[in-house]
């Protein structure tokens, strides 16, 4: 579930609580949103991805909450890896053109 | 029928429109932009955020590209049929997967960036979901389709039994929103119970609650014994890794199972711990998935596992009618059998494409671009003929548990307290993935006393607008596992996702789809023929 709006990298831009499915964020004027319902939080990743500084972390844990280290979080490239491995950048997608799952269609197991 | 009572006493925003779609997922999305390009004024509303909202989103997805006349087609009709026991229409396969063909190559037409395989060809048998909807709301948007996003819908109007609009509530303003419209596409996505599959949280039934509240009838609800797999501590059911897994109880040894995936991990689960790594996978397919699927591997590199060497411990989560196939019955034009009303994607039965097995993955996105797309013309065309007058019809609010209790309403009676009380009813792989007539009825006396608990007492009139939804998707999961679990009764035989202990074999004479409806008395009866979904 979310557990870390970075207070040093938020821009104030918004796009988390336009974007998360679950209603997760509240909007404060001119700050950083809060994480007013984090229970709600369905583990998506999404709003990662629509965050154009990667401020946001989403912990693995589905039914339980982690403190995080923001610092520790940047030092093992965990912060934004999903945007990163994915291709978007700025809040836009990218990375479609580099998708190889295709790959798991090759030996015949799986077929759509 | 009463007039509808306001909400929260706010100033509602009125809009008019001739098309009102229900839900930004991929059916929602193909709806608006083909009823907006048959001429019509469409507003889109969408619980969530059009591009994160629904299953796909936050997954990827397989897709059925093939060609007509090739023999890649005629391979998928026949896997589909193979495994549909019996209940799946072949002409229907093959309008869905021919109507996405055309849908797949439109999107590189409007330049959507697939990928090359190696031959260099563009490879559209699979789509990432967040760069897929994202994409898909930039074209809505200029196709001119109004979105309101984070819009819940919490009602339908009628007009003389002719579906009329929706009501709904904005969850970051709080202000209610009506659209008075001469068609309503319902593209709200199946009902997974609030289990944590992955980016199905967002589903809990709200447009089947809306649609049986003017009258809808529904098909195959009892097809919903689906559950996916995910490492024990994620959201993350990304099934298709399974199929290069070892599993492995706790002491090791490892467990195989005649049937699918999920079968190995279920007979296995309510004995125990079950374990899995994916050890059977090349080098090769292992860079394939992570540089196709980066979301299957957050969740262990965030916890620091290799999942091609170690072992980890595995859970079910409860799919519903996402990745089941029951939901609304619907006819060849996507019409339900309430006047005006349509529906498509995960929201309609898609016993037509699948029969009585999961259509997980590729058959239901296939489905749900085909029936998107037909009932967005078909919402289109009978707003044609109902004509301009409509915005002056007099309607009626038709939403009722969780809105307007039918008595003085009671505090002690909440939305947590009767969604955890559903859960325990359905979640279960002891009660859904493994049916008894027995458990079923117990199951059953119980959720019809919470239906008369909420239908009585649930009320949440001056309560901020995230406790409104709450209300409404507690209703709807209630009457959706209600429907569930009665379908599941009369289902007294075992096929495809009904699994009855009590009956093990699939009955001939049972091989038929089971609709159901109603609210206060809920019904359960044989499709009057083979097939026949809407009644």
């Known amino acids: ?112 | 029928m009463t007039m509808p009572a306001p909400l929260k006493g706010t100033v509602t925003t009125v809009r008019t429109a001739d098309v009102l779609v229900l839900g930004g997922g991929p059916a929602g999305v193909w709806a608006a932009l083909t009823a907006a390009k048959h001429g019509a004024k469409v507003v889109l509303a969408e619980k969530g955020f059009v591009g994160t909202g629904g299953a796909t989103a936050a997954g990827n997805t397989t897709m059925i590209h093939v060609a007509p006349r090739t023999a890649g087609r005629e391979a998928a009709i026949k896997r589909r049929l193979a495994h549909a026991h019996g209940l799946a229409d072949q002409k229907w396969i093959e309008r869905v997967v021919d109507d996405a063909y055309l849908r797949l190559n439109t999107l590189a037409d409007w330049g959507y960036p697939y990928p090359s395989d190696p031959s260099g060809r563009s490879y559209r048998g699979s789509l990432r979901g967040p760069d897929y909807l994202r994409f898909m709301r930039s074209r809505v948007r200029k196709a001119g389709v109004e979105v309101l996003d984070q819009s819940p819908a919490l009602e339908l109007l009628v007009s003389d039994r002719v579906v009329a609009g929706a009501s709904g509530i904005n969850r970051l303003t709080g202000k209610p929103w009506t659209v008075r419209a001469a068609a309503v596409v319902i593209a709200t996505g199946g009902c997974a119970f609030l289990s944590k599959a992955l980016g199905t949280n967002g589903l809990t039934g709200d447009g089947l609650l809306l649609a049986a509240e003017a009258g809808a009838t529904f098909s195959g609800m009892e097809l919903t014994g689906q559950y996916g797999i995910a490492p024990a501590f994620s959201s993350v059911t990304k099934g298709i890794m399974y199929f290069w897994a070892t599993f492995t109880d706790q002491d090791g040894n490892v467990l195989e199972r005649a049937g699918d995936r999920q079968s190995v991990v279920a007979y296995n689960l309510v004995k125990g711990p079950v374990y899995a790594v994916i050890d059977k996978a090349s080098p090769h397919l292992q860079e394939g998935m992570r540089r196709g699927q980066p979301n299957m591997f957050l969740a262990f590199d965030r916890k620091g596992i290799d999942p091609f060497k170690q072992r980890f411990e595995v859970t079910l989560r409860y799919e519903g009618t996402v990745r089941g196939v029951g939901g609304l019955a619907i006819d060849e034009a996507c019409a339900t059998n309430v006047p005006g009303l349509f529906a498509a994607g995960d929201a309609a039965s898609r016993e037509h494409m699948v029969g009585a097995t999961s259509g997980g993955g590729g058959p239901n996105a296939t489905w749900a671009m085909a029936t998107g797309t037909w009932s967005g013309r078909n919402a289109a065309a009978f707003a044609r003929q109902t004509g301009g007058s409509h915005s002056r019809r007099i309607t009626a609010a038709v939403g009722r548990a969780g809105l307007r209790p039918s008595e003085k309403p009671d505090a002690a009676i909440t939305a947590a307290e009767l969604i955890a009380a559903v859960q325990e009813e359905v979640l279960p792989v002891g009660k859904t993935f493994f049916r008894t007539g027995a458990r079923l009825r117990a199951s059953q006396t119980r959720l019809d006393s919470f239906w008369s608990a909420a239908r009585a007492y649930l009320s949440t009139r001056s309560a901020p607008a995230a406790e409104i939804v709450r209300a409404r998707e507690a209703s709807a999961m209630i009457a959706t596992a209600r429907w569930l679990v009665a379908s599941a009764i009369e289902r007294r035989e075992t096929r495809g996702l009904n699994r009855r202990l009590d009956f093990p074999e699939a009955d001939p004479a049972q091989a038929r789809c089971l609709n159901s409806g109603g609210l206060d008395q809920v019904w359960v009866r044989q499709a009057p023929s083979a097939r026949a979904l809407a009644s």
């Not at chain 1, 978007?88 to 998708?99: I, V």
């Open chain 1, 1 to 112: 579930m979310i557990e870390l709006v970075s207070r040093e990298r938020c821009i104030t831009c918004q796009a988390c609580v336009a974007a998360c499915p679950e209603n997760v964020f509240d909007k404060v004027p001119h700050r950083p949103p809060v994480i007013a319902r984090p229970d709600d939080c369905q583990t998506c990743f999404l709003c990662e991805l629509y965050c154009p500084v990667d401020a946001l972390y989403v912990s693995p844990l589905a039914d339980a909450h982690e403190c995080v280290d923001e610092r520790e979080l940047v030092e093992t490239g965990l912060l934004g890896s999903f945007r990163r491995e994915m291709g978007w950048n700025g809040g836009r997608p990218g990375g479609t053109d580099k998708d190889l799952t295709y790959r798991m269609f090759e030996d015949g197991r799986v077929a759509p």
